[in-house]
């Protein structure tokens, strides 16, 4: 049930991406996401364990308990661990993560450097409204 809704859910944003709508709210996500799912397919017990399980991950992390091998559900609690190999591993893991973030800000960079700034122009009658470039002021306009 769980990779349904993550598929819903990615369904959800690359429609909202392929409106070129800049800013996505979560709240539409998840609405989008409430409109295809029946609740009753879902029992308490399931939804109570996967919030369960979100937040016991979440309280592990933020004390130094990081995952031994990703969805094994052991623990390794780096204040008293003395094993080297195993902190390397825990490394190598949070290596992973960080190269995950890294892309992130690949494709950003990626984006700035599409954008020509002689493109960009501001509102001089309302200097509060957003800076846009010309490509967002003639989307806008159609």
């Known amino acids: 049930m769980s990779k349904n809704i993550y598929q819903l859910a ?6 909202h991406k392929n409106n070129h709508e800049v800013f996505i709210f979560s709240e539409s996500i998840k609405d989008d996401v409430k409109a295809s799912v029946r609740m ?18 979440t309280a592990l992390n933020t004390r130094h308990c990081y995952s031994s091998k990703r969805g094994s559900g052991k623990y390794v609690n780096v204040d008293a661990c003395r094993d080297i190999n195993l902190l390397n591993n825990l ?5 992973h993560d960080m190269l995950a973030d890294n892309s992130r800000i690949v494709v950003i960079n990626s984006r700035i450097k599409e954008l020509d ?6 509102n001089v009658d309302d200097p509060d409204a957003e800076i846009c470039t010309v490509g967002d002021a003639l989307e806008m306009a159609i």
């Not at 029992?43 to 016991?56: A, N, P, Q």
């Open 10 to 15: 990615a369904m959800s944003i690359e429609d």
């Open 40 to 57: 009753g397919d879902f029992t308490k017990e399931f939804l109570f364990e996967f919030y369960l399980s979100s937040m016991v991950t």
């Open 91 to 95: 490394i190598a893991n949070a290596h």
């Open 117 to 122: 700034e002689d493109q960009y122009f501001m």
